[in-house]
T-cell receptor, first 112, second 113 residues
Framework: KNQVEQSPQSLIILEGKNCTLQ??????????LRWYKQDTGRGPVSLTIMTFSENTKSNGRYTATLDADTKQSSLHITASQLSDSASYIC???????????FGTGTRLKVLA | DVKVTQSSRYLVKRTGEKVFLECVQDMDHENMFWYRQDPGLGLRLIYF???????EKGDIPEGYSVSREKKERFSLILESASTNQTSMYLCASSLSGRKNIQYFGAGTRLSVL
C-alpha cells in the first residue's frame, strides 16, 4: 500500500536552533517528492520538489534531501525563526496513478 | 503570483442541506483538485479535474460531486450534507505535468450540524 510516514509528529525548538524532519515513503512507482509548509488556518505552500535523481534541494533556510534507494527524505531547517512554526507535509507522487500521497505532517513550534 | 481563491473561509450548514464550495484560480492551470484535511490524517483527494468538464474520482468521492464548466472554476458539491463531512476543504490547482507545483487555496472550514 502506498504510504508516506513522517516523524516526529510534533517538535518544539528554540529560535535560532536547527532541526530535521523525517519522511519515509513506500510509494511505487515513485516520481517525485515534495515538502510543503502549512501555517495554521492556511493552505499548504510548496517548499521543494525533488525527482528520484535529485539528492538535495534548498530553498533559503530549508534544505531537503532524498535517498531514493532507502525511500527516505528529510527537511532540514537552519537557524529557525518564529515564523517557521507550522506543519510540514511530505508528499510523494505515484507515477503510475498520478496520485499524490500525503503524509500526516510534523507540527513544528519555534519558541522565543 | 498564482492565486487560488476559495469562496468561504468558514461555513456552517445543517444536516441535509446542499452545500456548494467554490474555487477559482487565475493562472490558467489545467489541473484542479479538491481535498479534505482531518486531524491525524493526510490530505485525502475527493475529486480531480484535468480539463473543463472532465473529472476523476479521488480516494473518497462518496457524498460529493464536482463541476468544472470553466477552466478557472472548480466547484465541490455536497448533495446532502452530513455531520461526517465536517472538515477543512482545500482546493488546489497546477499545470499539467508531474513536476508541477500544486498551489493551494486558504481552505474552507465546514461545520455540519
Amino acid at each position: 500500500k502506498n504510504q508516506v510516514e513522517q516523524s516526529p509528529q510534533s517538535l518544539i525548538i528554540l529560535e535560532g536552533k536547527n532541526c530535521t524532519l523525517q519522511c519515509n515513503y513506500t510509494v511505487s512507482p515513485f516520481s517525485n517528492l515534495r515538502w510543503y509548509k502549512q501555517d495554521t488556518g492556511r493552505g499548504p505552500v510548496s517548499l521543494t520538489i525533488m525527482t528520484f535523481s535529485e539528492n538535495t534541494k534548498s530553498n533559503g533556510r530549508y534544505t531537503a534531501t532524498l535517498d531514493a534507494d532507502t525511500k527516505q527524505s528529510s527537511l532540514h531547517i537552519t537557524a529557525s525563526q518564529l515564523s517557521d512554526s507550522a506543519s510540514y507535509i511530505c508528499v510523494a507522487l505515484d507515477s503510475g496513478t498520478y496520485k499524490y500521497i500525503f503524509g500526516t505532517g510534523t507540527r513544528l513550534k519555534v519558541l522565543a | 503570483d498564482v492565486k487560488v481563491t476559495q469562496s468561504s473561509r468558514y461555513l456552517v450548514k445543517r444536516t441535509g442541506e446542499k452545500v456548494f464550495l467554490e474555487c477559482v484560480q487565475d493562472m490558467d492551470h489545467e489541473n484542479m483538485f479538491w481535498y479534505r484535511q482531518d486531524p491525524g490524517l493526510g490530505l485525502r483527494l475527493i475529486y480531480f479535474s484535468y480539463d473543463v468538464k472532465m473529472k476523476e474520482k479521488g480516494d473518497i468521492p462518496e457524498g460529493y460531486s464536482v463541476s468544472r464548466e470553466k477552466k478557472e472554476r472548480f466547484s465541490l458539491i455536497l448533495e446532502s450534507a452530513s455531520t461526517n463531512q465536517t472538515s477543512m476543504y482545500l482546493c488546489a490547482s497546477s499545470l499539467s505535468g508531474r513536476k508541477n507545483i500544486q498551489y493551494f487555496g486558504a481552505g474552507t472550514r465546514l461545520s455540519v450540524l
